[in-house]
């Protein structure tokens, strides 16, 4: 079945840091992939996401690449903020499932960044 | 910004009791979902539910489990008879399928249940 794997954390980073968070999957047919961020205290929000090989995704300042031939999708963020502390989830939607956006998870890495 | 919103946000509850977990979803979404994490372990799909039915459901979402969504705003998980392993951090989710943001789930803050 479907899965992904993420780094293991957690990370902790100097602000201005340089930030990789690795995710790889295995999925059958052709998957779309997400990151999601879970702030203290809140919900998971999407953060980007990729629907084909090769796209890329971003968003305040992270990105990440949807890497077929690796079958990897690592966040990255050149200068990371205090703010940015939270927990980072890498999931995937596999395309052709009659539920729609039934989502994989990875299993989270939690970010702390100091000043 | 619409919200989902859950509650409780923390249920202390003793093993064999019922307990039933609350969602308000986005009001015009369509899809609505529930995954579950338990402490340590990766966020896992329980259901999905559309058009006032189950879409689909996991393994996990056994018997014990209901869903329902009784007056068009509340979405509601049902645990008839808690077991320590439900301990875990429940999250529900709802979709827009016609609007802008499609493909997006919007989860709520979770519902953290501990079974003693």
Same mark, same amino acid.
Do not use: A, Q, V
């Given at each position: 079945g479907d899965s992904v794997t993420q780094m293991e954390g957690p990370v902790t980073l100097s602000e201005e840091a340089f930030l990789t968070i690795n995710c790889t999957y295995t999925a059958t047919g052709y998957p779309s992939l997400f990151w999601y961020v879970q702030y203290p205290g809140e919900g998971l929000q999407l953060l980007l996401k990729a629907t084909k090989a090769d796209d890329k995704g971003s968003n305040k300042g992270f990105e990440a690449t949807y890497r077929k031939e690796t079958t990897s999708f690592h966040l990255e963020k050149g200068s990371v903020q205090v703010s940015d502390s939270a927990v980072y989830f890498c999931a995937l939607r596999t395309r052709g *499932? %009659?539920? @729609?956006?039934r989502l994989t998870f990875g299993e989270g890495t939690q970010l702390t960044v100091n000043p | 910004e619409p919200e989902v919103t859950q509650t409780p946000s923390h249920q202390v509850t003793q093993m064999g009791q019922e307990v039933i977990l609350r969602c308000v979803p986005? +009001?015009?979404?369509l899809y609505f979902y529930w995954y579950r994490q338990i402490l340590g372990q990766k966020v896992e799909f329980l259901v999905s539910f559309y058009n006032n039915e189950i879409s689909e459901k996991s *393994?996990?979402? #056994? =018997?014990q489990f209901s869903v329902e &969504? $009784? #007056? @068009?705003s509340n979405f509601t998980l049902k645990i008839r008879s808690t077991k320590l392993e439900d301990s875990a951090m429940y999250f529900c989710a709802s979709r =827009? $399928?016609? @609007? &802008? %943001? +499609?493909g997006e789930l919007f989860f709520g803050e979770g519902s953290r249940l501990t079974v003693l």
């Open positions: *499932e %009659t539920s @729609g956006s | 986005i +009001s015009n979404h *393994e996990i979402f #056994d =018997d &969504r $009784p #007056d @068009g =827009d $399928p016609l @609007g &802008r %943001t +499609s």
